[in-house]
């Protein structure tokens, strides 16, 4: 008898953690398990650049790895697509740029929409800026402006479809009314390069895209900042709107994405877990030092600010009739 009771107690203590081994992790805790950054852009990169910078904050307050993978192309749609398909839990989240706003309209056949994401964070934004070379006689865009009227002008951007090429294209027929050619190149750095050998007549990028940098550096001279103020990191260029031009702003931003059917428990801590991250002084000096800034939001700010880009950008590329297949 003793020895039945013996083999009963031992059954019962390995049914229980057979059971424990079990539990799904859906069960457990939110975040039971590390949690992946699918960057819609290059290794180095704006998007990359925030993403690894917030990830490793995340990380801490989570207390969970938060792995970095990039996955670009097709405009930051390679990535998106793969996060749109992903399971709802969490686990598997996107880092991509304005271009997720952009592509609603401009790329035809996706593969998902807008919708199928949930907004958890815009984090950082940079404006979008007019930058041409340094023995460039003109120091900002009014003055620029003035001396192409009747001319031929060039601008370059990093690429078809970006973001910069967008606004800027819509701010010279639509606000400028003047003509000038787009010249795109295959990313920002040869077309920073040939900005600075005073190959074209102006660059169209973002402050955070490296021209920060670039202008500081005395480099290249940075005509405008499509802002409602001018950006602390280059105090000495002014706005469109001093330029003459007070209609258009225009930034670029990089924020995380979840698939829709996440559950808001946990839309809600990855949010206030990002909230916190960005209250980071470190963070918060680094980003501004390259030319963002740092973003704090709620979920619902976040989704709402989201929904007026898709809006936005969606005017200005039906102006222009632009379309990529």
């Not at 079990?22 to 925030?50: E, K, M, N, S």
């Not at 006689?137 to 973001?163: E, H, R, T």
């Amino acid at each position: 008898m003793p020895a039945m009771r013996l083999v009963t107690k031992a059954f019962t203590v390995c049914a229980i953690a057979a059971c424990a081994l079990a539990t799904p992790v859906a069960a457990q805790p939110y975040p039971a398990r590390d949690i992946t950054f699918l960057v819609a852009f290059a290794p180095g990169g704006v998007a990359d650049t925030v993403a690894r910078m917030v990830g490793q904050g995340l990380g801490a307050k989570l207390g969970r790895n938060v792995i970095v993978e990039n996955r670009g192309g097709a405009g930051g749609n390679i990535a998106a697509s793969a996060v749109a398909r992903a399971g709802a839990d969490g686990y598997t989240l996107l880092v991509t740029t304005t271009a997720l706003a952009i592509n609603e309209t401009l790329r035809k056949n996706n593969g998902f929409l807008a919708t199928d994401f949930k907004t958890i964070a815009i984090v950082a934004s940079s404006p979008e800026s007019l930058i041409t070379g340094a023995s460039n006689p003109s120091n900002n865009l009014a003055d620029f402006m003035k001396a192409a009227k009747g001319k031929s002008i060039n601008y370059g951007s990093a690429g078809v479809g970006s973001g910069s090429h967008i606004a800027a294209e819509y701010f010279f027929k639509e606000i400028a009314k003047i003509e000038a050619v787009h010249v795109p190149f295959q990313g920002g750095a040869p077309a920073m390069n040939a900005t600075i050998g005073n190959q074209i007549d102006l660059l169209a990028t973002t402050l955070g895209g490296g021209a920060a940098a670039q202008i500081a550096g005395g480099k290249v001279k940075g005509l405008g900042v499509a802002s409602a103020k001018r950006a602390a990191v280059v105090p000495n260029v002014p706005t469109f709107a001093e330029a003459g031009y007070p209609k258009f702003e225009a930034s670029s931003w990089v924020g995380i994405f979840a698939p829709a059917g996440t559950s808001p428990e946990i839309v809600a801590k990855l949010n206030a877990a990002v909230a916190e991250v960005m209250k980071d002084p470190a963070l918060v000096e680094k980003l501004t030092s390259i030319g963002f800034d740092p973003l704090q939001n709620s979920q619902a700010q976040a989704e709402s600010y989201f929904r007026a880009e898709v809006a936005n950008w969606g005017k200005m590329v039906k102006t222009l009739g632009l379309s990529i297949n």
